[in-house]
Protein backbone atom coordinates (compact mmCIF):
# COMPACT_ATOMS: atom_id res chain seq x y z
CA UNK A 1 0.00 0.00 0.00
CA UNK A 2 1.06 3.76 -0.19
CA UNK A 3 1.51 5.77 2.56
CA UNK A 4 2.69 9.58 4.06
CA UNK A 5 6.09 8.46 5.88
CA UNK A 6 8.12 10.91 8.14
CA UNK A 7 11.90 10.78 7.06
CA UNK A 8 13.21 13.63 9.78
CA UNK A 9 12.40 17.50 10.02
CA UNK A 10 11.21 18.60 6.71
CA UNK A 11 10.97 14.94 4.99
CA UNK A 12 8.04 13.38 4.04
CA UNK A 13 6.93 11.59 0.99
CA UNK A 14 3.99 9.23 -0.47
CA UNK A 15 5.28 6.10 -1.19
CA UNK A 16 5.18 2.10 -0.90
CA UNK A 17 4.94 0.75 2.32
CA UNK A 18 4.38 -2.74 3.63
CA UNK A 19 0.46 -3.51 4.38
CA UNK A 20 -0.65 -3.24 8.09
CA UNK A 21 -1.67 -6.32 9.55
CA UNK A 22 -3.23 -7.72 12.67
CA UNK A 23 -0.39 -8.22 15.74
CA UNK A 24 -2.27 -7.32 19.29
CA UNK A 25 -5.92 -10.08 19.57
CA UNK A 26 -7.62 -6.55 19.97
CA UNK A 27 -6.48 -4.91 16.74
CA UNK A 28 -8.54 -4.16 13.75
CA UNK A 29 -7.33 -3.36 10.15
CA UNK A 30 -9.63 -0.32 8.79
CA UNK A 31 -9.27 0.43 5.33
CA UNK A 32 -9.29 4.29 4.87
CA UNK A 33 -12.20 5.85 3.17
CA UNK A 34 -11.14 9.58 3.97
CA UNK A 35 -8.70 11.55 5.86
CA UNK A 36 -7.15 14.77 6.99
CA UNK A 37 -4.06 16.59 7.90
CA UNK A 38 -3.57 18.19 11.80
CA UNK A 39 -1.46 21.24 12.52
CA UNK A 40 0.53 18.92 14.68
CA UNK A 41 1.71 16.71 11.70
CA UNK A 42 3.04 20.26 10.73
CA UNK A 43 4.84 20.45 14.43
CA UNK A 44 5.88 16.90 14.08
CA UNK A 45 7.38 17.89 10.09
CA UNK A 46 9.32 20.81 12.20
CA UNK A 47 10.64 18.39 14.41
CA UNK A 48 8.45 19.68 17.43
CA UNK A 49 7.69 16.17 18.44
CA UNK A 50 11.17 14.11 18.82
CA UNK A 51 8.55 11.21 19.76
CA UNK A 52 8.26 10.75 16.23
CA UNK A 53 11.33 8.38 14.41
CA UNK A 54 12.20 8.38 10.61
CA UNK A 55 9.92 5.46 8.97
CA UNK A 56 6.56 6.72 10.85
CA UNK A 57 3.79 6.65 9.11
CA UNK A 58 1.18 9.75 9.71
CA UNK A 59 -1.67 10.67 10.36
CA UNK A 60 -4.09 10.22 13.62
CA UNK A 61 -7.45 11.30 11.92
CA UNK A 62 -9.72 9.02 9.59
CA UNK A 63 -12.75 7.30 8.53
CA UNK A 64 -12.77 3.99 7.13
CA UNK A 65 -14.18 0.63 6.70
CA UNK A 66 -13.20 -2.27 9.23
CA UNK A 67 -11.25 -5.03 7.07
CA UNK A 68 -10.20 -7.53 9.19
CA UNK A 69 -10.13 -8.00 13.36
CA UNK A 70 -8.06 -9.90 15.93
CA UNK A 71 -10.01 -12.78 18.49
CA UNK A 72 -10.51 -10.34 21.22
CA UNK A 73 -12.83 -7.64 19.01
CA UNK A 74 -15.97 -7.62 20.34
CA UNK A 75 -17.99 -4.62 18.59
CA UNK A 76 -16.93 -3.93 15.53
CA UNK A 77 -16.28 -6.03 12.35
CA UNK A 78 -15.82 -6.48 9.04
CA UNK A 79 -17.55 -3.82 6.88
CA UNK A 80 -18.02 -1.52 9.56
CA UNK A 81 -17.86 2.17 9.23
CA UNK A 82 -15.27 3.55 11.98
CA UNK A 83 -14.75 6.76 12.91
CA UNK A 84 -10.80 5.89 13.91
CA UNK A 85 -10.34 8.40 16.86
CA UNK A 86 -6.62 10.42 17.48
CA UNK A 87 -6.81 9.03 20.91
CA UNK A 88 -6.24 5.12 21.52
CA UNK A 89 -7.60 3.90 24.72
CA UNK A 90 -6.96 0.32 26.52
CA UNK A 91 -9.87 0.64 27.98
CA UNK A 92 -9.08 -1.03 31.09
CA UNK A 93 -6.05 1.45 32.79
CA UNK A 94 -6.65 3.93 35.95
CA UNK A 95 -6.79 6.63 33.13
CA UNK A 96 -9.16 5.22 30.83
CA UNK A 97 -11.17 4.03 33.86
CA UNK A 98 -11.88 7.30 34.36
CA UNK A 99 -12.20 8.88 31.27
CA UNK A 100 -9.22 10.04 30.62
CA UNK A 101 -8.08 8.09 27.58
CA UNK A 102 -5.31 10.86 26.38
CA UNK A 103 -3.07 9.80 29.71
CA UNK A 104 -3.84 5.98 28.81
CA UNK A 105 -0.79 3.39 30.11
CA UNK A 106 -2.04 0.51 29.01
CA UNK A 107 -0.54 1.02 25.20
CA UNK A 108 -2.95 4.00 24.34
CA UNK A 109 -2.94 7.33 24.53
CA UNK A 110 -1.91 9.58 21.39
CA UNK A 111 -0.12 6.58 19.61
CA UNK A 112 -1.63 6.94 15.82
CA UNK A 113 1.00 8.61 13.58
CA UNK A 114 3.24 8.84 16.66
CA UNK A 115 4.60 5.91 18.10
CA UNK A 116 3.15 3.12 16.19
CA UNK A 117 2.19 4.15 12.05
CA UNK A 118 -0.97 6.46 10.96
CA UNK A 119 -3.95 6.95 9.09
CA UNK A 120 -2.34 8.73 6.67
CA UNK A 121 -2.03 6.16 4.39
CA UNK A 122 -4.70 3.27 2.62
CA UNK A 123 -4.71 0.86 5.44
CA UNK A 124 -4.28 1.25 9.11
CA UNK A 125 -3.82 -1.25 12.15
CA UNK A 126 -5.95 0.13 15.18
CA UNK A 127 -4.84 -1.20 18.59
CA UNK A 128 -7.75 -1.32 21.21
CA UNK A 129 -10.58 -1.58 18.29
CA UNK A 130 -13.32 -1.50 20.61
CA UNK A 131 -12.59 1.19 22.80
CA UNK A 132 -10.50 3.39 19.95
CA UNK A 133 -13.36 3.44 17.35
CA UNK A 134 -16.72 4.43 17.01
CA UNK A 135 -19.62 3.63 14.70
CA UNK A 136 -20.08 6.29 12.00
CA UNK A 137 -24.23 7.01 12.41
CA UNK A 138 -26.57 6.18 9.66
CA UNK A 139 -27.36 9.92 7.80
CA UNK A 140 -24.24 11.83 8.54
CA UNK A 141 -21.13 11.96 5.80
CA UNK A 142 -17.70 10.08 6.42
CA UNK A 143 -16.55 13.74 6.61
CA UNK A 144 -18.35 15.58 9.13
CA UNK A 145 -17.44 12.63 11.26
CA UNK A 146 -13.66 13.11 10.49
CA UNK A 147 -13.82 16.43 12.02
CA UNK A 148 -14.43 14.48 15.26
CA UNK A 149 -11.65 12.55 15.31
CA UNK A 150 -9.40 15.31 16.95
CA UNK A 151 -10.26 18.93 16.48
CA UNK A 152 -13.95 19.22 17.64
CA UNK A 153 -13.33 16.77 20.86
CA UNK A 154 -10.18 18.78 21.40
CA UNK A 155 -11.76 22.48 21.14
CA UNK A 156 -14.50 21.10 23.46
CA UNK A 157 -12.68 19.44 26.07
CA UNK A 158 -9.50 21.05 26.17
CA UNK A 159 -11.03 24.70 25.47
CA UNK A 160 -14.43 24.40 26.32
CA UNK A 161 -14.76 22.27 28.94
CA UNK A 162 -11.55 22.81 30.50
CA UNK A 163 -11.65 26.85 30.32
CA UNK A 164 -15.34 26.06 32.30
CA UNK A 165 -17.26 28.37 30.28
CA UNK A 166 -20.17 29.16 31.75
CA UNK A 167 -23.55 30.81 30.22
CA UNK A 168 -23.24 34.66 29.75
CA UNK A 169 -19.12 34.54 29.96
CA UNK A 170 -16.96 36.52 27.69
CA UNK A 171 -14.60 34.32 26.07
CA UNK A 172 -10.96 35.26 24.29
CA UNK A 173 -10.11 32.69 21.80
CA UNK A 174 -6.35 33.67 20.63
CA UNK A 175 -5.44 31.52 17.12
CA UNK A 176 -8.55 31.23 14.66
CA UNK A 177 -7.25 28.00 13.13
CA UNK A 178 -8.96 24.48 13.02
CA UNK A 179 -9.05 24.36 16.79
CA UNK A 180 -9.51 27.74 17.68
CA UNK A 181 -12.65 27.56 15.08
CA UNK A 182 -13.72 24.51 16.94
CA UNK A 183 -13.18 25.85 20.42
CA UNK A 184 -15.71 29.15 18.54
CA UNK A 185 -18.01 26.14 17.94
CA UNK A 186 -18.01 24.15 21.36
CA UNK A 187 -18.29 27.38 23.18
CA UNK A 188 -21.42 28.27 21.23
CA UNK A 189 -22.91 25.18 22.77
CA UNK A 190 -23.12 26.93 26.31
CA UNK A 191 -23.86 30.50 25.17
CA UNK A 192 -21.61 32.69 26.51
CA UNK A 193 -22.34 36.62 26.08
CA UNK A 194 -19.84 37.27 23.74
CA UNK A 195 -16.93 35.41 22.29
CA UNK A 196 -13.92 37.09 21.05
CA UNK A 197 -11.72 35.60 18.19
CA UNK A 198 -7.95 37.04 18.46
CA UNK A 199 -5.74 36.07 15.41
CA UNK A 200 -2.99 37.75 12.85
CA UNK A 201 -4.23 37.02 9.80
CA UNK A 202 -8.02 38.45 9.15
CA UNK A 203 -9.34 35.39 6.83
CA UNK A 204 -9.27 33.52 9.80
CA UNK A 205 -10.92 35.99 11.72
CA UNK A 206 -13.54 35.73 9.20
CA UNK A 207 -13.53 32.48 9.20
CA UNK A 208 -13.93 32.72 13.19
CA UNK A 209 -17.06 35.14 12.37
CA UNK A 210 -18.60 32.48 10.23
CA UNK A 211 -18.45 29.84 13.19
CA UNK A 212 -19.81 31.90 15.95
CA UNK A 213 -17.22 34.47 17.04
CA UNK A 214 -18.83 38.01 17.57
CA UNK A 215 -16.07 39.89 17.53
CA UNK A 216 -12.57 39.86 15.66
CA UNK A 217 -9.46 41.42 16.72
CA UNK A 218 -6.29 41.33 14.50
CA UNK A 219 -3.43 41.03 17.21
CA UNK A 220 -0.78 42.41 14.33
CA UNK A 221 -2.56 45.76 14.73
CA UNK A 222 -4.53 45.96 17.50
CA UNK A 223 -3.96 45.93 21.10
CA UNK A 224 -6.23 42.94 22.39
CA UNK A 225 -5.93 43.40 25.93
CA UNK A 226 -6.56 47.39 25.96
CA UNK A 227 -9.79 45.79 23.21
CA UNK A 228 -11.14 43.44 25.74
CA UNK A 229 -10.75 45.23 29.00
CA UNK A 230 -12.52 48.50 26.99
CA UNK A 231 -15.37 45.79 25.49
CA UNK A 232 -16.10 44.02 29.00
CA UNK A 233 -17.54 45.37 32.61
CA UNK A 234 -15.07 46.77 35.43
CA UNK A 235 -12.70 45.44 36.34
CA UNK A 236 -12.51 44.07 32.58
CA UNK A 237 -11.40 41.27 31.23
CA UNK A 238 -12.49 37.73 29.24
CA UNK A 239 -14.10 34.99 31.93
CA UNK A 240 -12.33 32.48 29.91
CA UNK A 241 -9.11 32.33 27.68
CA UNK A 242 -8.51 29.59 25.35
CA UNK A 243 -4.73 29.42 23.83
CA UNK A 244 -4.91 28.09 20.06
CA UNK A 245 -1.89 28.53 18.74
CA UNK A 246 0.98 26.79 20.45
CA UNK A 247 3.84 29.96 21.15
CA UNK A 248 5.06 31.30 24.41
CA UNK A 249 3.57 34.97 23.21
CA UNK A 250 0.15 33.87 23.09
CA UNK A 251 -0.13 32.13 26.17
CA UNK A 252 1.69 34.52 27.92
CA UNK A 253 -1.26 37.36 25.94
CA UNK A 254 -3.80 34.84 27.33
CA UNK A 255 -3.22 35.58 31.22
CA UNK A 256 -3.24 39.21 30.30
CA UNK A 257 -6.31 38.92 28.60
CA UNK A 258 -8.43 37.37 31.86
CA UNK A 259 -10.12 39.27 34.62
CA UNK A 260 -9.59 38.28 38.28
CA UNK A 261 -10.77 34.77 38.67
CA UNK A 262 -10.82 34.10 34.70
CA UNK A 263 -9.24 30.68 33.40
CA UNK A 264 -6.88 30.34 30.47
CA UNK A 265 -7.58 26.90 28.94
CA UNK A 266 -4.15 26.04 26.97
CA UNK A 267 -4.67 23.85 23.80
CA UNK A 268 -1.90 25.09 21.79
CA UNK A 269 0.63 22.17 21.57
CA UNK A 270 4.29 24.14 22.73
CA UNK A 271 7.74 23.31 21.27
CA UNK A 272 8.99 25.60 24.36
CA UNK A 273 8.80 27.33 27.52
CA UNK A 274 6.37 30.25 27.95
CA UNK A 275 6.45 32.95 31.10
CA UNK A 276 3.79 32.53 33.66
CA UNK A 277 4.12 36.35 35.43
CA UNK A 278 2.97 35.01 38.95
CA UNK A 279 4.05 38.18 40.49
CA UNK A 280 1.11 39.93 38.96
CA UNK A 281 -1.33 36.89 38.64
CA UNK A 282 -0.73 35.20 42.18
CA UNK A 283 -3.63 37.55 43.48
CA UNK A 284 -5.74 37.36 40.61
CA UNK A 285 -7.11 34.05 41.83
CA UNK A 286 -7.02 32.69 38.18
CA UNK A 287 -6.91 29.19 36.86
CA UNK A 288 -4.44 27.68 33.76
CA UNK A 289 -5.30 24.31 32.78
CA UNK A 290 -3.76 22.48 29.73
CA UNK A 291 -4.41 18.97 28.56
CA UNK A 292 -4.21 16.81 25.75
CA UNK A 293 -7.41 15.24 24.03
CA UNK A 294 -8.85 13.04 25.97
CA UNK A 295 -12.11 12.62 23.47
CA UNK A 296 -14.66 11.62 26.01
CA UNK A 297 -16.88 13.82 24.51
CA UNK A 298 -16.65 11.91 21.04
CA UNK A 299 -20.32 10.46 21.88
CA UNK A 300 -21.75 13.68 22.94
CA UNK A 301 -20.61 15.26 19.75
CA UNK A 302 -21.62 12.40 17.50
CA UNK A 303 -25.60 13.12 19.31
CA UNK A 304 -25.01 16.85 18.51
CA UNK A 305 -23.97 15.97 14.04
CA UNK A 306 -27.20 13.48 14.07
CA UNK A 307 -29.46 16.01 15.72
CA UNK A 308 -27.99 18.82 13.19
CA UNK A 309 -27.05 20.90 16.08
CA UNK A 310 -23.21 20.75 14.72
CA UNK A 311 -22.62 21.55 11.34
CA UNK A 312 -18.93 19.49 11.24
CA UNK A 313 -18.93 19.67 7.64
CA UNK A 314 -18.19 23.57 7.16
CA UNK A 315 -14.53 23.00 8.45
CA UNK A 316 -13.79 21.23 5.16
CA UNK A 317 -12.47 23.48 2.30
CA UNK A 318 -10.16 21.32 0.13
CA UNK A 319 -10.28 18.13 -1.07
CA UNK A 320 -7.63 16.05 -3.02
CA UNK A 321 -6.96 12.22 -3.76
CA UNK A 322 -4.48 10.28 -1.86
CA UNK A 323 -1.52 10.43 -4.61
CA UNK A 324 -2.04 14.31 -3.99
CA UNK A 325 -1.09 14.27 -0.75
CA UNK A 326 2.11 16.34 -0.57
CA UNK A 327 0.44 19.28 -2.48
CA UNK A 328 -2.77 18.65 0.44
CA UNK A 329 0.21 19.28 3.06
CA UNK A 330 1.52 22.07 0.94
CA UNK A 331 -2.26 23.97 0.58
CA UNK A 332 -2.69 22.63 3.95
CA UNK A 333 0.79 24.64 5.54
CA UNK A 334 0.19 27.82 3.17
CA UNK A 335 -3.05 28.44 4.90
CA UNK A 336 -2.83 31.92 5.12
CA UNK A 337 -2.23 32.29 1.38
CA UNK A 338 -4.54 29.29 0.62
CA UNK A 339 -7.48 29.75 2.97
CA UNK A 340 -7.74 26.12 3.96
CA UNK A 341 -9.11 24.84 7.10
CA UNK A 342 -9.39 21.17 7.26
CA UNK A 343 -8.11 19.39 3.78
CA UNK A 344 -9.65 16.28 3.29
CA UNK A 345 -8.07 13.60 1.31
CA UNK A 346 -10.36 10.47 -0.50
CA UNK A 347 -8.68 7.43 -2.73
CA UNK A 348 -10.56 8.59 -5.49
CA UNK A 349 -11.12 12.37 -4.90
CA UNK A 350 -15.22 12.03 -4.05
CA UNK A 351 -16.05 14.16 -1.12
N1 LIG B 1 -4.04 19.90 23.14
C1 LIG B 1 -4.39 19.06 22.20
O1 LIG B 1 -4.86 17.95 22.47
C2 LIG B 1 -4.25 19.47 20.77
C3 LIG B 1 -4.86 18.70 19.76
C4 LIG B 1 -4.74 19.10 18.43
C5 LIG B 1 -4.02 20.27 18.13
N2 LIG B 1 -3.43 20.99 19.13
C6 LIG B 1 -2.65 22.22 18.87
O2 LIG B 1 -3.52 23.35 18.78
C7 LIG B 1 -2.83 24.40 18.10
C8 LIG B 1 -3.74 25.00 17.03
O3 LIG B 1 -3.95 24.05 16.00
P1 LIG B 1 -4.50 24.50 14.57
O4 LIG B 1 -4.57 23.26 13.75
O5 LIG B 1 -5.70 25.35 14.70
O6 LIG B 1 -3.23 25.39 14.09
P2 LIG B 1 -3.09 26.47 12.93
O7 LIG B 1 -1.65 26.69 12.76
O8 LIG B 1 -3.93 26.12 11.76
O9 LIG B 1 -3.76 27.79 13.54
C9 LIG B 1 -3.11 28.64 14.42
C10 LIG B 1 -3.69 30.06 14.24
O10 LIG B 1 -2.96 30.91 15.12
C11 LIG B 1 -2.69 32.12 14.46
N3 LIG B 1 -1.51 32.72 15.09
C12 LIG B 1 -0.20 32.39 14.95
N4 LIG B 1 0.56 33.18 15.72
C13 LIG B 1 -0.28 34.02 16.36
C14 LIG B 1 -0.09 35.09 17.30
N5 LIG B 1 1.13 35.44 17.72
N6 LIG B 1 -1.18 35.74 17.74
C15 LIG B 1 -2.44 35.40 17.31
N7 LIG B 1 -2.67 34.40 16.44
C16 LIG B 1 -1.61 33.73 15.97
C17 LIG B 1 -2.47 31.74 13.01
O11 LIG B 1 -2.71 32.85 12.15
C18 LIG B 1 -3.53 30.63 12.84
O12 LIG B 1 -4.76 31.14 12.38
C19 LIG B 1 -1.55 23.78 17.55
O13 LIG B 1 -0.49 24.09 18.43
C20 LIG B 1 -1.86 22.29 17.59
O14 LIG B 1 -0.71 21.50 17.62
C21 LIG B 1 -3.55 20.61 20.43
ZN1 LIG C 1 -4.32 16.40 15.65
ZN1 LIG D 1 -5.71 2.87 29.16
Redesign the pocket.
Known amino acids: MHAVVYHGPGSKSWEEVPDPRLVDEGDAIVRIDTVTI???D??ILKGHVPTVTDGRVLGHEAVGTVEEVGPDVRTVGPGDRVLVS?ISACGRCLYCRGGRY?QCIGGGG?ILGHLVDGTQAEKVRVPFADTSTYGVPPGVSDEQVLMLA??LP?GY??GVLNGRVQPGDVVAV?????????AIVGARLVSPSRIIA????DN?LDSAKQFGADIGIN??RDD?VSSVHEMTDAPGGADVAI?????P??FE?CTRLIRPTGRVA?????GGPARLDLDVLWIRDITVT????DTYSTPTLLKLLTSSQLDAGRFVTHHFTFDQFMEAYDV?SQ??QTG??KVVLTPDGAG
Open positions: CGTLHCGWDITEVVGAGPIGLAIDLARNGPEAVGVETLNVGVHTGLVFSAAL
